[in-house]
């Protein structure tokens, strides 16, 4: 069922068996994963449908071919994961690869055929055609075919619009959230909390990932004191569509994988020396981009496609070609200016073969978690389907006793602080885009200690006086028991401020994850220890109030 967004029925706060934050694929897959005999209230901060599930292009890997295997796809995931990937993780993933693409069959989901068989591409480092795509648009047709079970489902309730601005932990256990809904402030408590907030990539300036984007679960779940694991691997697609003054628009790597080529100003190939040159890894494309670009003193370089079928280009990447057209660029005939930008976190929430975090009646599906699946670098379209894979581990979720929880009742108070100054509000939203270009100048592609420490240091006291803001320090007092009504100005200064202290604190997280890794591995770039060393094949794990530290791999 879904509630209409910006309902005024306050959202029941007794007895959901479990909550589910995010609405995107990870999100959706696993309320219909669910019991259907528990009650599920799923939360989405967005009153749209956006998210970066909707906007994912390439497509959803899976051995269905003859030429392929499973030990292929594993190979081909653990090479990408340059040393870090849990092999029983990747051998979950691809083993089970198949029956979720039987699943969404059975959901309704229409994949792309070629001679009655389902229709694979090549994305960069697969060894084999194993990509299954509906057009370039795999990523929204598969949220569609999941809304549409979901708002049909009567123990799940749709809510949009609704914030998480904490968890609820009680005898170190996870029983609920608390929310801003409207105007209204209050906590909701449940049997399991599952996040599936997707990552990270709006911190940074450049980025394929919409606003929600901001890493806001891994704050959720580091001030909850679940551990956080490989934050620094951060994947920056090479191929972003590049234009001033507009925003960043994923060039699918499907492309290249159909025959399209990069070429720089000079018309020369700015991947010649890679080893598999267009369809090398993500971090090594990129890299070799963002140093082409840095020599030849351009924003950009070009992906031209004038050596695939014109009529291919139509059929399989309609969205591609009309985006370009909206900006003036024709790419069956001209080169497509791109660049890299953050798309993807490899690292998040950490969590077990079952999504369970280290927080009891906490799990994680989807980007947020941190699974062993993607190691130091993910391979291409790995991601939908780790979704989909975690996703089904919901069917034998295991919830807290209700009988230890003392519930909640439902009066409101009218919250009495003084209403911030519009200018107010609009510092804040300054300091959140400040923060954004300084992510992406010192925590982007390539990374040292200087630039990093001194960026700390900055955010560092930044956070330091926002933690003195008047309005969240009294928000924070508000007791699990208490339900709180703003003013509508406070409503929006309390969205802008949750929105910087959880960038902060991501950022923050991410940086020490960054500074304490001195080596370069697949997603994580320091010039200033620009090799991989065998001591640093390892996880990194950080928790509230330890010291960041190894965790070494068992396979």
């Not at 062993?372 to 979720?397: D, Y």
């Not at 969240?472 to 409503?491: A, M, P």
């Amino acid at each position: 069922m879904l509630r209409p967004p910006f309902s005024q029925e306050p959202i029941p706060i007794n007895n959901w068996d479990v909550i589910v934050i995010g609405a995107g694929a990870a999100g959706l897959m696993t309320c219909l994963e669910l019991p259907s005999n528990l009650k599920v209230l799923l939360l989405n901060r967005n009153t749209s449908k956006i998210s970066s599930s909707r906007w994912a292009q390439g497509g959803i890997a899976s051995v269905v071919r003859q030429d392929d295997s499973f030990d292929l796809h594993a190979e081909d995931t653990l090479k990408a994961g340059d040393g870090l990937c849990d092999f029983q993780a990747v051998e979950m993933l691809v083993k089970e690869a198949p029956g979720c693409v039987e699943r969404l069959q059975n959901l309704g989901m229409i994949f792309d055929q070629s001679s009655d068989q389902l229709a694979t591409t090549l994305e960069a480092a697969h060894s084999r055609r194993r990509v299954l795509h509906v057009k370039d648009r795999t990523g929204r047709a598969l949220v569609e075919v999941l809304e549409d079970h979901i708002e049909n489902e009567k123990n799940i309730l749709h809510c949009r619009g609704v914030r998480v601005t904490e968890l609820l932990i009680e005898n170190k256990e996870c029983r609920g959230v608390q929310v801003l809904d409207g105007a209204n402030l209050y906590w909701i408590k449940s049997r399991a909390v599952v996040l599936a907030t997707g990552g990270g990539g709006h911190l940074f300036t450049n980025t394929t990932n919409p606003a929600q984007s901001s890493g806001e679960g891994i704050a959720l779940a580091w001030k909850a004191g679940a551990a956080i694991e490989d934050l620094e691997f951060v994947q920056f697609h090479p191929t972003a569509l590049k234009f001033y003054g507009a925003p960043c628009f994923l060039i699918s790597e499907a492309l290249r994988g159909e025959g399209a080529i990069l070429v720089d100003k000079n018309g020369e190939s700015p991947v010649k020396n890679l080893e598999n040159r267009d369809l090398a890894t993500r971090d090594q494309v990129s890299r070799a981009i963002m140093k082409n670009m840095h020599d030849n003193n351009v924003d950009h370089v070009g992906l031209d496609l004038r050596y695939i079928d014109p009529e291919k280009i139509v059929e399989r990447f309609p969205t591609i070609l009309s985006r370009c057209q909206d900006y003036g660029v024709n790419p069956l005939n001209e080169v497509i200016p791109v660049a890299p930008a953050a798309h993807y976190w490899m690292g998040g929430v950490k969590t077990d073969l079952n999504a369970s975090s280290t927080r009891k009646g906490l799990y994680a599906v989807g980007e947020v978690a941190s699974t062993g699946v993607h190691g130091a670098n993910r391979l291409a379209s790995n991601s939908l389907m780790e979704c989909l894979v975690f996703a089904r581990k919901m069917s034998s979720i295991v919830l807290n006793d209700f009988s230890k929880f003392e519930k909640f009742d439902r009066s409101f108070q009218e919250f009495n602080i003084e209403d911030p100054k519009e200018h107010q509000i609009s510092i804040i939203a300054e300091k959140i885009d400040e923060l954004r270009k300084l992510c992406w100048l010192n925590l982007g592609v390539s990374r040292n200690k200087v630039n990093m420490s001194k960026f700390l240091n900055y955010i560092q006291n930044d956070i330091d006086k926002l933690n003195k803001n008047d309005l969240l320090n009294s928000l924070e007092k508000i007791k699990f028991d208490q339900k709180i009504k703003l003013s509508e100005r406070n409503r929006r200064a309390l969205n802008l401020l949750l929105d910087l202290k959880n960038r902060q604190i991501t950022t923050i997280t991410l940086l020490k994850a960054c500074l304490f890794r001195e080596e370069s591995r697949g997603g994580h770039y320091r010039d200033d220890f620009p090799d991989k060393d065998k001591n640093w094949e390892c996880h990194t794990r950080q928790q509230l109030d330890q010291k960041i530290q190894k965790r070494f791999i068992k396979n």
